[in-house]
């Protein structure tokens, strides 16, 4: 029974604090834009497109339409994105959801923005449209430091003395600031 009440736990502390979970497959509209804060922590703007396509009943041709997705990826995704990503890259994200204001000439502006934190995942996929390479295998990178493979011991053989190593800690990575305005001081919200 002790089973049963954990998830009915979980599902109650789900449905109280909700989820803020958005996953998107598009296309890069520009480079990636990265900027470093105070902290020394790398902050990238993307400009992320999404495209659907359906055939219209009436007429028979073929519609699409494309949104438009302001990304921003903070620490080493965001260094990660600027040295990979280029414009016409597709990209998977998964990230959430943050609306921020601030004035500007006396008129409140609001900004809806896809944010990619460390518990968020960035992930390359094929190749940018336009280049001449060879295709590539997706590429993913996530916020969390990724554990160091450590070799297995051997199964039945003489036990070693001692030499193993230690495992590297990783990297402390930068979070976002928790102010709104995510660590820059210009007006233009991008």
């Known amino acids: 029974m002790m089973g049963a009440e954990n998830i009915n736990r979980r599902r109650h502390i789900m449905a109280v604090r909700g989820i803020n979970k958005v996953i998107l497959v598009g ?13 020394g922590g790398a902050v990238a703007n993307l400009q992320v497109a999404t495209s659907e396509s359906w055939r219209d009943k009436q ?20 260094e990660v994105a600027g040295e990979y990503l280029r414009k016409g890259a597709q990209v998977y994200i998964e990230g959430q959801l943050r609306t921020r204001s601030w004035e500007d000439n006396g008129i409140t502006r609001y900004v809806t923005e896809i944010l990619v934190k460390t518990t968020g995942t960035m992930q390359m996929l094929g190749r940018a449209a336009g280049t001449q390479t060879q295709p590539e295998e997706a590429q993913q990178f996530s ?13 039945g053989g003489a036990k070693t003395k001692g030499r193993g190593r230690k495992a590297a800690q990783p990297e402390p990575q ?8 995510y660590g820059f ?6």
């Not at 296309?27 to 902290?39: A, C, H, M, Q, S």
């Not at 916020?143 to 199964?155: F, I, L, R, T």
């Open 27 to 39: 296309r890069l509209g520009k480079d990636p834009e990265v900027r470093y804060i105070p902290n």
């Open 143 to 155: 916020g969390q430091p990724q554990p160091e493979s450590q070799p297995e011991p051997k199964k």
């Open 174 to 181: 930068p979070q976002p600031p928790e102010g709104e305005d």
């Open 185 to 190: 001081s210009d007006d233009i919200p991008f």
């Open 59 to 78: 007429t028979g041709e073929m519609r699409e339409q494309t949104e438009w997705h302001r990304v921003v990826l903070f620490g080493k995704l965001a």
